[in-house]
């Protein structure tokens, strides 16, 4: 009998703060008007100095745990997506590992932006596929407003901050779990999106680092036109791998990036309103917190229900995009 892993256990957090586009009109020169027809967004959460990715992260994980009725002590590995790690080491995991009391997990962050939840969970699904781990703790979690500049309109109106985890068990006779992955990249897209200062290659410590970026660079068009193309590569991939298609897709959760780029996944992919999971215009892109935070949402709604079949995917700086297909 084959070992599956699932998600029994789904948490989000959020910063309390709300910035609207009205708030965002005050700062630069923009329009509640532009930004809810280009990108969907109409309000984003900001994160006090305080609010570190670890922690938006470890408040996920508790009620993640509360609802898998998951004692710390059960958790033998804490895999974190994120590209905003509270710092460049130790890892975000390690921090979320102490913070939720998991003593003698294993722990590390995966790097895949906007799909870090997808490919983290990938990992985790193979692991105990595998054999090595019986309770894995994912979680998705980005601070991106941390690192916003907020005189450049073209990026600091897009994105939000949250974390949101997931506990997977290994379980026997059943068919709910991880069906398919799909995981994709291609750096020479690398120059589109970056943040060149804090890494080797431009240490904060180098007085030449003074004259690179500091802030998000995107280069918005860019990244538009490959986004519209992966999503639907990505999810027909993996509908394909798994031999189903897009009438077996009970409840679609895509990256929360832009409303446009969703609806043209939608359509490419033949899915009607009722089955897309939309969140965007409360709080905008949230990197690898967007696709859990959509997960644990449709939960709480009664939209997502053990037996579903749910599709998501994502796709980000690297360029990286990717697609689980998920038996919930
Ligand atoms: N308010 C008003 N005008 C604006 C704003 C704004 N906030 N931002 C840009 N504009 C202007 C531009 O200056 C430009 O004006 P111009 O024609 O006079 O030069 C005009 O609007 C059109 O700009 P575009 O960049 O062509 O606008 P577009 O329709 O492409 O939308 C957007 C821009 C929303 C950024 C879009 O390109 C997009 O969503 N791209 C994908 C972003 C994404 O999904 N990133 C995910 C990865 S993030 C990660 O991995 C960390």
New binding site residues.
Partial sequence: MSTRAVIEGIGHSVPDRVLTNDDLMKM????DE??VQ??GIRERRISSPEETTSVLSIRAAKKAMAMADADPGEIELVICGT?TGDMPFPSTSCLIQEGIGAKGAGAFDVGA??AGFIYALSVAGAMIEGGQAKTILVVGADT?TKFVDWTD??TC??FGDGAAAVVVRARQNTDRGLVKTVLLADGEGAKH?DLQVGGSLHPVSDPASASCRST?Y?A??E??RF?VNAMGDACCRALELAGMDSTDVDLFVPHQ??LR?IESAKARLGLPDEKVFINVERFG?T?GASIPIGLSEAVAQGRLKPGMLVMTVG???GLVWGANLIRW
């Avoid at 630069?28 to 329009?31: L, Q, S």
């Fill in positions: 630069v020169d923009t329009t532009w930004i280009r990108t590209v932006a906007c991106l309109r073209s109106v897009l999106i998000i995107m918005g068009a990244v538009y986004a990036a832009n780029i892109n990197s796709f980000g700086a």
